[in-house]
Nanobody, 115 residues
Framework: QVQLVESGGGLVQAGGSLRLSCAAS????????MGWYRQAPGKQRELVAT???????NYADSMNGRFTISRDNAKNTVYLQMNSLKPEDTAVYYC?????????WGQGTQVTVSS
């Protein structure tokens, strides 16, 4: 059973930073792609950023360079560094991974940005 466990969410003031972590129960090198998505109340889930097994990254345009996805292969963990946070970044952030054609999701971590 593949599990993805997010952590690092919380309440932060606008302009602040948070780093989210996604710990995988399998080697993250076995995932073709891992990524972060978010879902705000009343809105659809949207892409934040992805990183492939080769280390290629992709970001949603709306992140405007404020977010950085990275990984630590030894710790089987993917990170999302979020800087210059805005109230509109408030959402539940989900970790996702694609492995051998199957997509897996974490339970999500809440990020709340106060103005």
């Amino acid at each position: 059973q593949v599990q993805l466990v997010e952590s690092g969410g919380g309440l932060v003031q606008a302009g602040g930073s948070l780093r989210l972590s996604c710990a995988a129960s399998r080697s993250i090198l076995s995932f073709d792609r891992m990524g972060w998505y978010r879902q705000a109340p009343g809105k659809q889930r949207e892409l934040v950023a992805t990183i492939t097994s080769r280390g290629s990254t992709n970001y949603a345009d709306s992140m405007n360079g404020r977010f950085t996805i990275s990984r630590d292969n030894a710790k089987n963990t993917v990170y999302l560094q979020m800087n210059s946070l805005k109230p509109e970044d408030t959402a539940v952030y989900y970790c996702s991974g694609v492995r051998f054609g199957n997509e897996y999701w974490g339970q999500g971590t809440q990020v709340t940005v106060s103005s």
